[in-house]
């Protein structure tokens, strides 16, 4: 008896430190920080169960409807969303409060038909000849950035699978030749992953 109560006492700190161990996932994201999808590794930081960062890769292809990058036209792209986050709650619920970066490259696209400028606007038909490229609208370089503030619900086990859904505002911190959308928008997401 008395080696089993030794045993439990010297195992204590090792107990502490595996419910601490970090935690890891990998997800996939229909808009939010992502814009269209994309695929993302999440992690705690160090020990940290409340501190994390998720990385990933995202296809943006967007319309002239969406309002994610402009409302003419329509965007295509890669992008790397990286973000840093906190988590508040305990054991499987949470809320996410992150903020990030995403860096990437577009191409723009918009709509002519007779003369100088874009006739394409959302609530118009669609014109008849091909659309151009263009960066006239959007970055007006193929490379571009933006940042972007998360708010979210996060359901999520030790192990297995985890569930998260809210809303990024996607914003710029002041105009520039790079900027991927202008002003900001509001973007919901549905995201789901397995932790491990």
């Given amino acids: 008896m008395k080696y089993l109560l030794l045993s439990l006492l010297f195992a204590l700190p090792f107990i502490g430190s595996w419910a601490q161990r970090p935690r890891y996932g990998v997800m996939v994201e229909h808009g939010g920080a992502s ?3 994309g695929l993302a590794f999440d992690s705690r930081i160090g020990n940290s169960r409340h501190w994390g960062y998720k990385v990933g890769l995202a296809r943006v292809k967007t ?3 969406d309002d994610f990058f402009n409302d003419l036209g329509r965007t295509n792209g890669w992008m790397i969303p990286a973000q840093v986050h906190h988590l508040v709650g305990h054991k499987r619920h949470f ?3 992150g ?3 995403s860096i990437g490259y577009f191409e723009s696209f918009f709509y002519k038909t007779h003369g100088e400028g874009c006739v394409y606007i959302p609530g118009m038909e669609d014109t008849e000849t091909e659309p ?3 960066n006239t609208h959007g970055p007006t370089s193929a490379f571009g950035w933006g940042c972007n503030v998360t708010l979210a619900y996060r359901y999520q086990m030790m192990k297995g ?3 998260r859904t809210g809303v990024t505002d ?3 911190l002041f105009d520039s030749d790079y900027y991927i959308a202008s002003g900001y928008s509001l973007a919901p997401f ?3 992953g397995i932790s491990f």
Avoid: C
């Fill in 132 to 134: 151009i490229k263009t």
């Fill in 170 to 172: 996607n914003f710029n």
């Fill in 63 to 65: 319309s002239g409807t």
């Fill in 161 to 163: 699978a985890f569930f």
């Fill in 95 to 97: 809320l996410e409060i």
């Fill in 35 to 37: 814009r269209t999808v």
């Fill in 99 to 101: 903020m990030g970066l």
């Fill in 190 to 192: 549905l995201s789901f």
